[in-house]
């Protein structure tokens, strides 16, 4: 799996952040994932996070959603 962050921003003792996971599934599948994670810092460290994180999907859709 590869990870990068695209953006963040710190906000006092939290830091919101951008991701874009990239990898192989046990399956021999390409996935990629995207998504906000949430940090809390205490003490210039890491205390806790909250990832949301959803699949991917590169196929072209309409603005209701639908594939044309």
Known sequence: IE????RSV???DTLWSEWEMTGTATDGADFRVGGVA???VEDDRFAWARFYLDPVDDEPTDASGRKP
């Open 3 to 6: 990870a990068r962050v695209l």
């Open 10 to 12: 710190e906000d006092g």
């Open 38 to 40: 949430i940090l809390g």
